[in-house]
């Protein structure tokens, strides 16, 4: 049963700490999406990556944030110092080229608190 | 104004009601999904679509690109449809704009 995998499923830290999800996309899948949700914003996108390259992480505060894909088959999202208003739900997706007709695959997401 | 547009924001039917959730959109588009998020869940896939209409089981969706509109339709909801329905479109390079949801309340 093929899925994307996401770790971990809850964090709760300190304002100022690192905090590193991780990501698995499905075996064979060539495009990863990080994506934030809040209440107030819904789904945000915060990087793309297709073949393992970053193709746009507009969305994504540079100061703090950082994503990487240092092989096929795991995906990163690192935030150096955590603060409380990125307290929110981290998804990863994967998919085949979703960018003009493919199907997006939802991990379950990383429900991140930050103190 | 969001180009993606749900209405109605929330919903709550008796079980056994037959469902409709709208999505109207401002932009060109070449694929419309429609995802279900269940209470601290993650999300599902329901459909991708481009034209016309699809179905699975209870649900429908259909699209009018003409319109910019779609809307996904429960038959005969239950309590497990209860969750949060959420209309996104893609665009050209990789844009995926997600409406806010639609939170339906199914009571039995």
């Known amino acids: 049963d093929a899925r994307v995998t996401q770790t971990p499923r809850h964090k709760v830290t300190e304002m100022g700490q690192e905090v590193t999800m991780r990501c698995q996309p499905i075996l064979g899948h060539n495009t990863v999406f990080w994506y934030r949700q809040t209440m107030m914003q819904g789904l945000e996108l915060l990087a793309y990556f297709r073949n393992r390259a970053p193709l746009d992480d507009s969305g994504m505060p540079k100061d703090r944030f950082s994503a990487e894909m240092p092989d096929a088959t795991l995906a990163t999202l690192k935030i150096q110092p955590s603060e409380p208003r990125d307290s929110a739900v981290y998804f990863c997706a994967s998919g085949q080229e979703p960018e003009y007709t493919g199907e997006l695959f939802f991990g379950e997401g990383s429900r991140l608190t930050v103190l | ?108």
């Open chain 2, 1 to 108: 104004k969001n180009e993606v547009e749900q209405s109605p924001q929330n919903l709550t039917a008796q079980e056994g009601e037959f469902i409709t959730i709208n999505c109207s959109y401002s932009v060109g588009i070449s694929a419309l999904h429609w995802l279900q998020q269940h209470p601290g869940g993650g999300i599902v896939s329901l459909f991708m679509l481009s034209s016309g209409k699809k179905k699975h089981g209870r649900l429908i969706a259909t699209i009018n690109i003409q319109e910019k509109h779609s809307s996904l339709h429960i038959t005969a909801s239950h309590p497990r449809d209860s969750a949060v329905y959420i209309c996104a479109v893609s665009r050209r390079p990789h844009k995926i704009i997600f409406g806010k949801g639609t939170r339906l309340h199914i009571l039995p």
